[in-house]
Each structure stands twice: as structure tokens, then as C-alpha cells.
């Protein structure tokens, strides 16, 4: 008994809004007790209406009222909760929860929801739709708190049909005023035929659930294989690449003995010849020292005498043997190992253009306008590159050839013989973008970072590939080699790139795509999209894509 009067006791000292013990406990006008929150955000709900209310009894007050903590309940309640009561029953309607409309004071949560009562009940006081012959006519459904959907807000009456007319639920009433005339069944008999519809839907999704999980399988083994195969090469490629560098390192080795053997070689040739030729140095001293000691003779006789056998040179046999001709000899070789790096970069540069190519296969380009959206980038213009003639505008998107140098610095990657223009953002793996031209056209084109600013033209080098087009004249440009483009470019051009692939595309850009031209190509280093303009007043604009 005395646990019971514990839990009348916290129920006493219950905000009925929060459903717990009160926090700063407050009192309203009318006498109930609320947590100091709970009712000022419960009347901060109110404001507008300018008058506020006590959840409980209803009661409104004008003004809003200034509420101070109640000392006295306050000190109750931390007693209560001192006192070693349970917390409260879970069976209690939380805010969450859907409350008993029938629970007066502390509510419980409801277990059921009836269509008919449009009430919703506890677990006790639902007990009568089972046991009342009445009210087992009744549909019982889930708690729900949108009930008074079911409510028609014209003529305060149960909805229970169904206007196929306007697809909306009515009430009765609903059928002889505003809906009269229309096609209205029951709710029941339309829930039976969207049942049916309902059923065919979950089929297909099924189906197409059993469908896609089948692909996901089949993916999911094709990601494993993919994933096998690309270790097992990436193992082959490694052992291949360490046999390739060892077979290097290993004639690195075998000329570098050779180098030092050669060396040695000629070193010691060079150093007999210098001692050779150092004693006969020293020689040759020796007798010049005799000459002036004769040359010094007073005696006539004597000097005559001597002068046959001190004067008498011999011919040097060294002389005709010194040759600087084995230096040439390390050229060679320098020239040998370079050529031979220079082939082994071709051959490495073309095998691998053979496997990116080989890479891509299975991989079929974009067709329409979306697909080309997968791949489409940001691009601005670089101010860095910009002739001194053309002016940047829409946040380095769009530019204008004018009749008047800019103020441009001086940079070296600036073009100077020709009003051209290139992308900021270097251009690798699949990109497209789109350029929007003038009336009378201009150059669309990708080139190499380091493509000639002072003597080149996008399209007249080996570095630059260019689609121009001048009203009806369009020509593809490559290293200074033109193609007729027979198709009208319009203006607005789409430009699809894959660099490993070695695939360069135009388009006309339409409600359809319509090819111009299509390259295929090596490219060995990233790519920048380009831009010529012909005439003062010529516009270009990378477009934005969505």
C-alpha cells in the first residue's frame, strides 16, 4: 500500500504536458501546476491568438501571465524524488506516443485507433470493442494521431466514400452537394481496387528487385574477377618490370666495366708515352746543358773538336705516337646509351598507348546529351594565357576579342602572334564541355600546356588539335594539316575528350548530338581546352552544364 501512495503521489506532481515529475514547478491562474517550460512553450504557441490557455481545463487568461517558480511545490517534488519512487509506468503516453482519449488526468498509451469512434484507446478501455456485440462492427487499426483525417471539414462527418471524379475521400453529405453527379464508390470498394493495382506494382518491383539483385550478383562477381585479374597483372607487370630493370641494371654494369676496362686501357698507354716522353725531356736537358757549356769554350780548337759529338740530336720515336683520338671513344658510348634510352622511351610510350587503348575496350562512348552530362567539367579560361586583345568576363568564361590591347602582365605562356586563349584546368581521363561562338565563329581546340605562344596557331603544330569554324567553312587542324568538316557546326559546340583512350570528338549541339569530327590520337601529357577568336568583337563562352 504505501509503494501505491508513492505513485498517487508522483502522479499528483506529474506535468500533464511532459508526463514527468515538474521542473520549476509554476501555477497558471486557474489553479493547475505545469513545469516552468513546458507551459511557456506551450504559450509561446498561443502568442498570435493573443489569448493563452491551460491545457487542462481550458481556461484562457489575458494578458499572458508572468510566471515565478513556486518554492513550496518545488521543495515537494525533491522530496518525491528523494523518497526512492520507480520511475513512471511505461504504459504511459509519452510525446510521442499516441494518448487514450478516453484516460482522464495521466494518460496511457493507446494500443488501438477505431475508425468508427475515431478515438483512439488503452489497452483498458478498448475492452469493449471486443466484448460489446456493437462495437465489434467497429475497425480497429493502430494508434494513429491523424484521425480527424478521416473527418470531412465541411460537414463535420465521417468520411467513408470515395470521389473517382475529383480522386478524393467524402462523406456522405459530400455525395448530394458539391460531388453530386460524380462517380463515387465506397472507400472500401476503391481501397479493394488499388489493393489490386497495389499488388500488380509490388510484382513488378519484385521482379525487378529479383532482376537487379541478379545483376548485382553477376557485378558483383565480375568486380571480383576484375579485381583478381587486375592483381595477377599487376603482379606479371611488376616481376616483368624488375626483370626489365634488372636486364638494365645488369648491361648498366656490363658497360660500366667496359667504360673502366677501356679506361684503364688507355690511361696506361697515356702514362708509358708521358714517362717516355719525360725521359727524353730530361734528356734533351742533359744535352742542352753540354751545348751551353760548349758554347761557354774559349779554346777554338777544343770547341770545334766537341761540337760534332755534343750537337748530334737523335730523332724522337714518341712524337708521331700521341693521339687524343680514344676520347672519342667515351662518346661513342655516351651516344649509344643515349640512343638506346631514347628507343626504349618510344617503344615504353607506344606499348602503353597500346594497353590504355586495349584498357578502354568494353567501354562504349556517350550517345546523348545526358550521357555526355556524366562526364562534363568545370573549365575556366586562364588570364595567364590570354592574348593582350581578348578580355575575360563571367568569371573567366566567356571572352571577347576588343580592338584595343588589355593590361595584361608580361608572362612567358602568353600568346602574342595570335588571339588565343587556354583552359586553367589541365584536361586527363574523360571530360566534355561545351563552347558557345559568335556569329562569326571561331577556333574550338586542345593543345599541350607548352604549345608555341609566339610563332603557333592552335592546329599548325604537332601540340594542338583544332576544329575552326568560319560561317561555312569548317576545317579540323593537326600539325599543320586541314580536313574539311562537311557538316554546319551551329553555335554551340560540344567537345568530348577521353585521354586515355586517345579519343577527341566535336559535336553540334542540338536536341540531338551530331558528330563533326573525330580524332584518335596518342596524347602523352594532359591536355587544356583552347579557344582563337578571328575578328574584334568575336565572343566565346564556355557554357555552364546542368
Not at 504536458?17 to 501546476?33: E, R, T
Not at 500488380?200 to 537487379?212: L, Y
Not at 568576363?393 to 588589355?406: A, C, F, I, P, W
Amino acid at each position: 500500500m504505501a509503494q501505491k501512495g508513492v505513485q498517487l503521489d508522483r502522479e499528483s506532481f506529474s506535468c500533464s504536458i511532459c508526463l514527468d515529475l515538474l521542473k520549476d514547478p509554476v501555477a497558471v491562474p486557474c489553479g493547475h501546476s505545469y513545469c516552468m517550460k513546458c507551459i511557456e512553450d506551450f504559450w509561446d504557441g498561443e502568442d498570435q491568438k493573443k489569448i493563452h490557455s491551460c491545457p487542462q481545463c481550458r481556461k484562457t487568461v489575458t494578458p499572458r501571465p508572468v510566471l515565478e517558480k513556486n518554492i513550496m511545490l518545488a521543495a515537494l517534488v525533491e522530496q518525491l524524488k528523494t523518497s526512492g519512487c520507480q520511475p513512471a509506468d511505461h504504459s504511459c503516453a509519452g510525446p510521442e506516443d499516441v494518448a487514450c482519449d478516453v484516460c482522464t488526468g495521466r494518460k496511457l498509451k493507446a494500443i488501438k485507433s477505431c475508425l468508427m469512434c475515431l478515438v483512439s484507446y488503452c489497452e483498458e478501455h478498448v475492452q469493449p470493442h471486443y466484448h460489446v456485440a456493437q462495437f465489434k462492427k467497429h475497425q480497429l487499426v493502430e494508434p494513429s494521431k491523424n484521425l480527424h483525417e478521416n473527418i470531412c471539414s465541411r460537414h463535420d462527418e465521417v468520411m467513408k466514400m470515395f470521389c473517382r471524379t475529383d480522386q478524393q475521400i467524402i462523406c456522405y453529405v459530400c455525395t448530394v452537394d458539391e460531388h453530386k453527379g460524380h462517380d463515387i464508390v465506397s472507400a472500401a470498394a476503391e481501397r479493394r481496387e488499388k489493393q489490386k493495382e497495389l499488388q500488380v506494382t509490388r510484382e513488378n518491383i519484385q521482379q525487378r528487385i529479383q532482376g537487379r539483385e541478379n545483376d548485382v550478383k553477376l557485378l558483383q562477381q565480375q568486380l571480383e574477377d576484375i579485381n583478381v585479374s587486375a592483381d595477377k597483372t599487376a603482379e606479371d607487370s611488376e616481376k616483368i618490370f624488375s626483370e626489365l630493370i634488372q636486364l638494365v641494371q645488369d648491361r648498366s654494369s656490363e658497360v660500366k666495366q667496359q667504360i673502366r676496362s677501356q679506361q684503364e686501357t688507355e690511361a696506361s698507354r697515356v702514362r708509358e708515352l708521358q714517362e717516355k716522353l719525360e725521359q727524353e725531356i730530361t734528356e734533351l736537358k742533359r744535352k742542352d746543358a753540354e751545348l751551353k757549356q760548349l758554347s761557354h769554350t774559349e779554346d777554338h780548337n777544343q770547341f770545334v773538336h766537341n761540337y760534332q759529338s755534343v750537337s748530334a740530336l737523335s730523332e724522337s720515336p714518341h712524337s708521331s705516337s700521341i693521339n687524343v683520338a680514344p676520347l672519342r671513344y667515351f662518346e661513342d658510348v655516351t651516344a649509344a646509351v643515349s640512343q638506346l634510352r631514347d628507343e626504349l622511351q618510344d617503344t615504353l610510350r607506344d606499348t602503353w598507348t597500346n594497353i590504355s587503348l586495349r584498357g578502354t575496350e568494353g567501354e562504349p562512348e556517350p550517345e546523348s546529351r545526358a550521357d555526355f552530362f556524366t562526364y562534363s567539367c568545370e573549365i575556366t579560361l586562364d588570364p595567364n594565357t590570354a592574348h593582350r586583345r581578348m578580355l575575360l568576363s563571367e568569371g573567366n568564361r566567356k571572352v571577347t576579342l576588343m580592338e584595343q590591347d588589355q593590361f595584361y602582365p608580361d608572362r612567358p605562356e602568353r600568346f602574342t602572334s595570335y588571339p588565343q586563349i587556354l583552359s586553367k584546368k589541365s584536361l586527363t581521363g574523360r571530360c566534355y564541355w561545351e563552347v558557345k561562338l559568335g556569329e562569326t565563329g571561331g577556333e574550338v581546340a586542345v593543345a599541350y600546356k607548352d604549345v608555341d605562344g609566339t610563332e603557333s596557331e592552335f592546329g599548325c603544330n604537332d601540340k594542338s588539335w583544332s576544329l575552326d569554324f568560319d560561317k561555312n567553312n569548317n576545317q579540323f587542324y593537326h600539325n599543320g594539316i586541314s580536313t574539311p568538316i562537311s557538316a554546319c557546326a551551329g553555335s554551340r559546340v560540344g567537345v568530348y575528350l577521353d585521354h586515355r583512350a586517345g579519343v577527341l570528338s566535336f559535336y553540334r549541339v542540338s536536341e540531338t548530338m551530331t558528330l563533326l569530327h573525330k580524332v584518335q590520337a596518342s596524347f602523352t601529357r594532359p591536355l587544356h581546352a583552347g579557344i582563337r577568336l578571328f575578328d574584334g568583337g568575336d565572343t566565346a563562352e564556355i557554357c555552364k552544364l546542368k
